[in-house]
Structures are given as C-alpha cells and as structure tokens.
C-alpha cells in the first residue's frame, strides 16, 4: 500500500516537474538605449561646423585622438592633395614592415625626385632609420621612393601598401600613389585625401615610440654605407617648438595643394590630432600656425576629459529553466541581475554632448548560470561616435531547472522525512 501511494507521489512529482520546466518562459531585453537629456538643438558635431575659427585653410578637422571623433570640421570630407603630408603614412609602413638596420639602395627613379630632396647618388646605399629622418625631418622626396622602393620592391606596389594601410585604419575617402605625396595620379584616380583621414593616419601613428622619436627629433647626423657623404638633418616641423604640447607633425607643399600640415597635442589628459589642407599659398607660409593654434584652443576651451559614465541601473535580462533558494523556499526567477566590467571609459566631452549606451545582450540565458559568467556588453557612444565597451557579467548563481535536478530535490526531500 505504502510502496502505491509512494509511486503515485512520485509520478504526479515528476510530472509537475516536467511542467513547470516546460512552463518557463523565455524573453529577450536585446539592445537599451538611454540617452542623457537633450540640451537643445543640433548634436554639437553638427554646430561646430556652423561655428567660423576664420580659418585659413579650406579644409580642416580637429579630432579626439584616442577614438577619432570630430571635435571640430570644415570641409573635413573634402579630398584635396595633401603634398609632404602623405609622408607619415610612408613613415609608419616603413617602421611597421621593414627592420631600422635594413639597407636600402638608391635607383635611378630615386635621384630624378624633385627638390626637395636630399641628393643622393645612384647606387648608394643607406640604413632605413636614417631614410626616415631623412624624410621626416626635412621632406627628402628622394628618401620616400628609396624607402618604396626597397620596402615594397617598387613604387606603385609600396602605393598598394599605402591603400591597404589607409583602409585598415577607417579611412573612406583616400587614394595614394606617390610616397612622398607629388602629384600623381593612376587607375585608381588622383593622389589625395581629406582632412579627416589625415588626422586619423596620424592618430595612429603616434601611438608608435619609434614614429615618436623620429618626429620629434631636433637634428640628425648620418652618412652612406661607405662614407662617402654626411648629411646633417635639422627638424623643418617648427610648430614642436612654437605649440606646448605639440608632440609631432608633418608639412607639406606643392603648387596643387598649397600648404598642408598634420599635428598631435597631447597635454593636460588631452590628446588632439589635426589636420589642414589648402591652408594658404605662398607668401602665407604661416598660416598653418596660426590655424593649428585655433582648433587646439577651440578645443580647450570647449573639451574636457571626462570619464563616461551612466546613472541608470544596468537592465536584467530574462532568464530561462532557472532556480534559486531564497530564504528556505525555491523560487523561479524570471531576470537574472548583471554587473557591468570595472573599467573605466573617459574621452573629451562637452557641455552639449550626448552619452548613450547600447546593452548587447544574447536573446536569453538559460541555466545553470555562474555568477562572473559574461552575457554580453554595454557600448558607449558620445553623440553617434563609439566610443568603447565594458563587458556584462551576471551577478548571481542560478541552478538549473530541469529534470536532474526535481528528482534530487524529490530524493533528498523523501530520504530526510524516512529518516525521521
């Protein structure tokens, strides 16, 4: 008699079991925007092009260096030639792809460069690292297609490297034909690029020491192989001295493109690269200076580094055949709790931008869960601009829901009252 009523507990157990596994209902919190309230009008991206620096240049663009968001543009998307700038796209190729001792010989192509250019004679052989201050301190055209030429075996496969290269770091609107940024033109169109992309070229590049230490280099002495020649080098980049915290730049030149120049500032938490093109022709030489010292006062004056961060709880997402022990009863939660990754975010924001945050999340979690278990991301944006991610762990221990574990509890349950 016992033994019936005994497997008639346990069958309509079971079967409850099976229910309420089954009964479990799965829902998905995908993606939660929250946006911090609009302080009226256009997002300031869009307001700081209406705003005139009376800047000389045609084309210019500030930009945050560490995630390359446009504090300030004018005709920023335009493709102009950008002459000697294009040579620290040249530069961080070399030093990326090719070895500081590596020696590289001067062809025929190389001598027939236009000035400026430092003078070489066929046949002479150099160490790369003295190229490459030899192209950044001075502008040597020459040195450019000697570095081309022995880094990708010939000028136009080294301009390949270039595309490649500018692709890979988000730029949309370059092309790249010559590696020290004369004139040219191939089946792919003009050599040129746009403000935008320049500035962000050289947001990468001074994240290299090397780059660093060759930019800002006052002078530099070296010979030939066979010391037949010393050249003495002096740095032509005069906004180093002129700008605090000015930490490298390029200029540029020709008849087509007017005066260029590309910079980075780093100062104070800050880090801004520049970019302007058709800043003047001659006699204005010093109208870069004055530009580049405008949008790096517009953007102390506007900018502070702020670390992101966001009032609202970070939403729970659904949970799916999960159970937990709450105060000596089971309970069948519906949201799981997440944390978010200590980490902290920060870039320059100002007083009218927007900080929103995505939670990228998969459509639901099932059990078991452990708490520290990742389930996804929060993504940061100022404005339309990424900024970064943290990683989402849950925050809680769930026990899976499922037969194995009805038929533990059931056990458990009938050996404690046998036992009594």
């Known amino acids: 008699m016992k033994q019936r009523k005994f497997k008639r507990i346990l069958v309509c157990f079971l079967l409850v079991c099976q229910l309420a596994v089954f009964s479990v209902s799965s829902h998905l919190i995908l993606a939660q925007e929250q946006k911090t309230e609009e302080q009226g009008g256009e997002k300031e991206a869009k307001t700081d092009q209406q705003k005139d620096l009376g800047l000389y240049a045609k084309s210019a663009v500030l930009i945050d260096g560490e995630n390359n968001r446009i504090l300030y543009g004018k005709n920023q998307d335009t493709v102009m030639p950008n002459a000697s700038t294009t040579k620290i796209l040249t530069c ?16 025929e192509y190389a001598c027939k460069m236009p000035e400026t250019k430092c003078g070489f004679s066929k046949g002479d052989q150099f160490y790369l690292k003295d190229l490459l201050y030899s192209l950044m301190l001075e502008s040597h055209n020459d040195s450019a297609v000697v570095i081309a030429e022995a880094l990708g075996g010939s000028v136009e496969n080294f301009a390949k490297m270039m595309n490649e290269k500018a692709e890979e770091l988000g730029c949309e609107n370059s092309h790249f034909v010559t590696p020290n940024g004369l004139d040219g033109s191939d089946d792919g169109g003009d050599h040129g690029t746009t403000a935008y992309d320049l500035a962000k070229i050289m947001s990468y590049c001074i994240k290299n020491d090397t780059f660093l230490e060759i930019t ?58 520049l970019a302007l093109l058709a800043c003047g022709w001659p006699n204005h030489k010093s109208y ?38 709450e105060s000596e009863k089971y309970e069948f939660p519906k949201n799981v709790n997440l944390k978010e990754e200590e980490k902290e975010i920060s870039c320059l924001i100002s007083d009218s931008d927007q900080i929103s945050v995505t939670y990228d999340c998969p459509d639901t979690l099932h059990a078991p869960l452990k708490k520290g278990q990742e ?6 944006y100022v404005n339309d601009t990424y900024i970064g991610s943290k990683k989402l762990f849950v925050n809680e221990n769930v026990t899976a829901f499922d037969l194995g574990w009805c038929v533990e509890q ?9 036992s009594q």
């Open 92 to 107: 961080i190729l070399a030093i990326e792809n090719g070895s500081m001792d590596q020696i590289c010989t001067v062809s």
């Open 216 to 273: 800002q280099a006052k002078n530099h002495t070296f010979t030939d192989l066979k010391k037949k020649h010393t050249y003495q080098l002096s740095n032509k980049n005069s906004f180093l001295s002129m700008q605090k915290g000015a930490v490298s730049g390029k200029t540029g030149y020709t008849a087509k493109a007017g005066y260029c120049y590309v910079c980075a500032y780093k100062e104070n938490g800050r880090v801004y690269t």
């Open 288 to 325: 870069k200076w004055s530009d580049s010292k405008k949008l790096i006062a517009y953007g102390n004056e506007n900018y502070e580094k702020q670390v992101i961060s966001k009032d609202e709880e970070i939403p729970e997402i659904k949970i799916s055949g999960g159970v937990k022990k």
């Open 375 to 380: 389930a996804g991301t929060a993504n940061y």
């Open 410 to 418: 059931f056990l458990q349950e009938f050996l404690q009252k046998a």
